[in-house]
Each structure stands twice: as structure tokens, then as C-alpha cells.
């Protein structure tokens, strides 16, 4: 089966200015790929470029869907991104997602809010619907933003730091969401995030994004504690802690 997005020799960039290239990977259905790297690395670009938003420089990009034909994606932005002051309802939020399928002139209808029901309980918010989106922690706004995502019936699901910001246990809620739909789902899911103990313990494979030091592969193989250390310019550890990668600025004894 050929992969739903393959990179070959691609240069990235906006106008004249190069962020990456030399770009040259796939993702295949059903996988569970991550992307880390600083800052300004290119992750946005690669995602843009994925999305179709931005066009690259030169090489060659082929993105398709399970059948051949237009991929459908369902793209879950980072939570600052989204305008809080507009008074939304978690049900205007999610049904956002329904455009594509009501299209430019119609109404939704009665199949656009059953969608929208079954989004909200397919991420345990199906009690909030009239709920102002301002007035929710951060884990819940997150959960509905992944639900707007899901109305628009993706076969692929981009996540741009889903769980930046949070506590411990919200974030963990959102990534044992996240594996449940891609277990379960069986959606292709890419995880954008720079916190590396999110995506080492729970993608199969991942590209490390930073100018001239791009790496993709195998977790176990990309994560380590020398390529973490020249992509931060400092000393990185990665230990396993009760079955768990955890991965710590500087060399385990405490210097940093």
C-alpha cells in the first residue's frame, strides 16, 4: 500500500526563505507518528505544507487518502490559537468542523447535529453542549477541539501541542484519548508537541525537525540521549522508569 504522505527531496520554506530541506520521509495508514524539535524548528511548516497551505519550494509531495482518492483530515489547533473572546457554545465550536460537509450555502441539518452529539460523547462532553467554550478548564477545551476534529469524519488527525499547558492529569486524560482513537479508531494520527516524554511514550515512530539535523525513525532509535543533546545544544538524559521513557535536561547526576 503506498503511504497517505510521502516527502521526497523537499524544501520548505516561505518565498525565498528556506526552513527545511532535503526532506525526505513517509506515514503510512493507520500510524501513530510524532514530530519534535525547538521552536521555530519547521514543525508548523511541515504541517502546512501536509494541510496543503503552503506550497513547497521545490521536490515533491503526494498526499492521498485510504481510497486513492482527497485525504480528509481532521486538524486540532493549539488552544491559545483559538479566539476566546467570541462567544462560542461547545455545539458552535464542534459543529465548525461540519463545513465541509454542509458547504457554503446550506444550513446544517439534522445529520450535522447528530454528528455533532455523537463527537462531543465520543470525547466524554456530551453533558456541555450548551456550555460557553470560555468557560472550560484547558483539558476540555482540548477535548473539544479534538471533537471539532472528528466532525469533519477524518481518516488522518493532526495534533499541534494537545497538551500544552496542562497538569499532569489532564494531560494524561488527552493522550489516553488520543491512543483511543488511534487503537480503536483506527485513525493515522500525528502529534506535534515539544514535550518529548508525551511523544516518547506514546508514538511508534518520529522526526526530529531542526535545520540540518532532521532524523526520522523509530522511537528508541531517534530519542536518544546523544541526539536529544546536539539538537539542544546541552545535556540530555533518557532513562527507563517503570516501563516509561522519561527524558531529563542534563547528565542524570543532577548537572544541567
Known amino acids: 500500500m503506498q503511504p497517505l504522505i510521502e516527502f521526497r527531496n523537499a524544501v520548505l520554506g516561505y518565498r525565498r526563505k528556506v526552513v527545511l530541506e532535503g526532506v525526505n520521509f513517509a506515514i503510512n495508514a493507520g500510524e501513530y507518528f510524532g514530530m519534535v524539535g525547538p521552536n521555530g524548528a519547521g514543525k508548523t511548516t511541515i504541517v502546512r505544507s501536509i494541510l ?6 521545490s521536490g515533491t509531495l503526494d498526499v492521498r487518502g485510504i481510497d486513492g482518492g482527497p485525504p480528509r483530515f ?3 489547533p493549539q488552544r ?39 463527537c462531543l460523547q465520543h470525547v466524554d462532553l456530551e453533558t456541555l453542549h450548551h456550555r460557553p467554550f470560555n468557560d472550560l478548564s484547558g483539558g476540555q477545551k482540548q477535548r473539544v477541539l479534538i471533537a471539532r476534529a472528528l466532525a469533519a469524519r477524518p481518516e488522518i488527525l493532526i495534533l499541534d501541542e494537545p497538551t500544552n499547558g496542562m497538569d499532569l492529569s489532564s494531560r494524561i486524560s488527552i493522550l489516553d484519548l ?5 487503537d480503536e479508531d483506527r485513525l493515522t494520527v500525528i502529534m506535534i508537541s515539544h514535550l518529548l516524554d508525551d511523544v516518547a511514550n506514546h508514538v511508534k515512530r518520529i522526526a526530529i525537525v531542526e535545520k540540518n539535523f532532521f532524523q526520522v525513525g523509530a522511537v528508541e532509535e531517534i530519542l ?4 536529544l543533546s546536539s539538537l539542544y545544544k546541552m545535556p540530555v538524559t533518557v532513562s527507563s522508569i517503570g516501563g516509561s521513557t522519561v527524558i531529563l535536561a542534563g547528565d542524570g547526576h543532577g548537572n544541567g
Not at 178 to 182: A, P, T
Open 52 to 57: 496543503g497551505t503552503l506550497k513547497l519550494l
Open 74 to 76: 481532521g486538524y486540532v
Open 80 to 118: 491559545d490559537r483559538i479566539d476566546s473572546v467570541l462567544p462560542y457554545t461547545v455545539e458552535q465550536v464542534v459543529m465548525m468542523g461540519r463545513y465541509r460537509e454542509v458547504g457554503f450555502a446550506r444550513r446544517p441539518g439534522a445529520e450535522d447535529r447528530a454528528s455533532v452529539v455523537s
Open 178 to 182: 488520543i491512543n483511543r482513537l488511534h
Open 224 to 227: 536518544t540521549a546523544k541526539n
